[in-house]
C-alpha cells in the first residue's frame, strides 16, 4: 500500500545543491518514520537523515550533519531532503525508505546523484 518514489537527483560541482524530493501515498504512511540512505559504487548502504511523521524529530549522519536538512509535508505527503556544500564523497544512490532506520518496511527505487571533483 505504501509507494516511495524520489526525484531530484543529477549531477552537480563540488559545493553546489540539489534538493531531492520522495511522494509518498498510503493510507497508514503517517505511522512511519521517513528516512534517506544512500549507496555508492563498492561501498555498503549507509544512513543519511531520519524523520518523523508524528513528532517532527530528525535524525542525521555525522558526515552530513550541518550540510543537509530533511524536511516533510504532511498534507501532501511528501519528504525532501536539501543537500548543500557537496562533496565528491556524497555520490551515491540515495534512496527514500519508510519505517525504523535499523529495518525500513518500504523502499523507493533511489535517485542518482553525482558530484564531480
Known amino acids: 500500500q505504501v509507494q516511495l518514489v524520489e526525484s531530484g537527483g543529477g549531477l552537480v560541482q563540488v559545493g553546489g545543491s540539489l534538493r531531492l524530493s520522495c511522494a509518498a501515498s498510503?493510507?497508514?504512511?503517517?505511522?512511519?518514520?521517513i528516512n534517506w540512505f544512500r549507496q555508492a559504487p563498492g561501498k555498503e548502504r549507509e544512513f543519511v537523515a531520519a524523520?518523523?511523521?508524528?513528532?517532527?524529530?530528525?535524525d542525521y549522519a555525522d558526515s552530513v550533519k550541518g550540510r543537509f536538512t530533511i524536511s516533510r509535508d504532511n498534507v501532501n505527503k511528501m519528504v525532501y531532503l536539501q543537500m548543500n556544500s557537496l562533496k565528491p564523497e556524497d555520490t551515491a544512490v540515495y534512496y527514500c525508505?519508510?519505517?525504523?532506520?535499523?529495518?525500513?518496511?518500504?523502499w523507493g527505487q533511489g535517485t542518482q546523484v553525482k558530484v564531480s571533483s
Open positions: 498510503g493510507l497508514t504512511f503517517r505511522l512511519y518514520s
Open positions: 524523520i518523523s511523521w508524528s513528532g517532527g524529530n530528525t
Open positions: 525508505a519508510a519505517g525504523p532506520k535499523v529495518d525500513p518496511d518500504y
